[in-house]
């Protein structure tokens, strides 16, 4: 696909047009509101429904090659974009962060480690017996669909999104649709049911009911919502910044290039390698097909210890780099839902069906069941945030935590935020994410069945074993 300058511009210039529009739409629709959909997701839906395969189909503007209301040239490039945008936001992941030692994530956050770790892996175990047991043999469908719970909803839109060449290169073109399908599943049940599980966990005693945050309306919310600490220091020093350089924002765009460059340089070195051993005579190929998001957080992390090491951090603004991270996943989200194939959807309905079901089934299972065994103090308001990362996006997670303690007396939020650094890095879109479907391709569902099964037992023998002994007996700690 070859594009001129102008028609990225125009192709770039209608995903802002949509995510205008969604954030219009947000502005004036209290009861969007109350499903916390991100105005992203709003926009692509918006661009899906004028697409080819929907509103589009029956009518077309007089475009020399129209696809739907679009330009066939922006709907090509959308296509594109988000295997670009995906390696802007995990460079960015840790960069303007400081990456405390691991005896600290692990003193403030081991039990949600556990808890995050038992149900990413079980999100394997659960979609890989699915996709054996019923999938392949009764829909003919490819074994790497086993992946798709933990993309879709551990991986979230962005995940998805990014792997679309992987799964065309692997034969499984339709399964990017399957898993962007699920990561929308996942965002819109996983803020309705952890709602759910906040309201009954309230009338349980699970939690004080005084402390539940009822949605509010857009004025109410403006109105409480308060500059905490941290946002102040940054914007402190985004004010100094901007003093000291003319154009703050090239700086962080800079570091994040350095990133995805250094990712670029290890991947590539890594794929060398590859080549030169064991997959020199027609070997087995796994790092040829991951690509370069997880690797790229690699070099954020690498940029953001040189940034601490040479005492560099009064220049680099956590505020802005969360800015440009989500700008790109912004655009990366309304770029992959606006190309998302409901042909592929409707074809594979049930499938994509049990699929949603195992998955809200599994991670319900580990909130209800797991966490209050594993996690030794406020268990629900630490749990119910891995719960909502576990079936949309990491913003899923918060928002849950802030409902059920808003003025955060349990700590949740600061161990989930520790608990990030042991987690990303390898599931949610880490390297084992990334790796997964090469890993199926080249050893077959059954093996990677049995690593995500070994590793899941494993990690929920320790929680058990390690915390739960930790865990009091109180008569309100269960349901």
């Not at 995510?19 to 997701?41: D, G, K, M, T, Y």
């Not at 749990?383 to 079936?391: E, N, T, Y």
Request: charged share 15%; net charge negative.
């Amino acid at each position: 696909m070859t594009l001129t300058v102008g028609e990225l511009f125009v192709a770039l210039m209608l995903l802002s047009l949509a995510l205008l529009a969604s954030n219009a739409i947000l502005s004036r629709s209290a009861w969007l509101r109350r499903w916390f959909l991100p105005s992203s997701v709003i926009g692509g839906l918006i661009l899906l429904l004028l697409g080819p395969e929907a509103l589009g189909q029956l009518t077309t503007l007089p475009y020399d090659d129209p696809a739907g209301l679009f330009p066939a040239f922006a709907y090509d490039s959308w296509a594109a974009l988000p295997g670009l945008l995906i390696n802007v936001v995990f460079a960015a992941l840790f960069i303007g962060r400081p990456i405390p030692g691991l005896r600290t994530i692990w003193f403030r956050a081991g039990p949600q480690v556990v808890v995050g770790q038992t149900m990413a892996w079980g999100q394997y175990v659960v979609g890989l017996s699915l996709a054996l047991l019923v999938l392949a043999p009764l829909f003919g469908m490819n074994p790497m669909a086993g992946a798709l719970i933990e993309i879709g909803f551990e991986g979230g839109h962005g995940t998805a999104a990014g792997m679309a060449g992987t799964f065309a290169d692997l034969g499984f073109e339709e399964g990017a649709d399957l898993a962007l399908g699920l990561a929308t599943v996942g965002i819109v049940s996983g803020v309705l049911i952890g709602t759910l599980m906040i309201n009954i966990a309230a009338r349980r005693g699970v939690i004080g009911p005084e402390q539940v945050r009822e949605p509010q309306s857009l004025e109410e919310e403006q109105e409480s919502e308060k500059p905490s600490t941290q946002d102040y220091a940054e914007f402190k020093k985004d004010l100094a910044q901007e003093e000291e350089t003319a154009d703050p924002l090239s700086l962080h765009i800079g570091l994040v290039g350095i990133a995805i460059g250094i990712g670029w340089l290890i991947l590539n070195a890594l794929q060398w390698i590859e080549r030169q051993t064991w997959a020199s005579d027609g070997g087995i190929e796994i790092l040829a097909h991951v690509p370069l998001f997880p690797i790229a957080m690699i070099g954020g992390v690498i940029v953001q210890l040189c940034v601490t090491r040479f005492g560099l951090e009064p220049h680099v603004s956590s505020r802005t780099m969360a800015r440009i991270a989500g700008t790109a996943l912004d655009f990366t989200i309304v770029a992959a839902l606006a190309t998302l194939s409901l042909t592929a959807l409707g074809a594979y309905f049930l499938p994509f069906l049990l699929l949603s079901l195992a998955g809200i089934g599994w991670c319900l299972f580990v909130l209800i069941v797991i966490a209050p065994r594993v996690i030794p103090e406020n268990w629900f308001e630490r749990g119910i945030g891995d719960f909502g990362q576990s079936m949309g996006v990491t913003v899923t997670g918060l928002l849950l935590m802030r409902m059920a303690d808003p003025k955060n007396r349990s700590g949740a939020f600061e161990s989930f935020g520790y608990k990030q650094l042991m987690f990303e890095p390898v599931v949610g879109g880490g390297l084992f994410t990334a790796a997964s479907l090469p890993l199926i391709a080249q050893f077959g569902a059954p093996a990677i069945l049995g690593l995500t099964l070994v590793l899941t037992v494993a990690w929920l023998a320790f929680g058990l074993l390690y915390f739960g002994r930790l865990v009091p007996d109180r008569g309100r700690g269960r349901w």
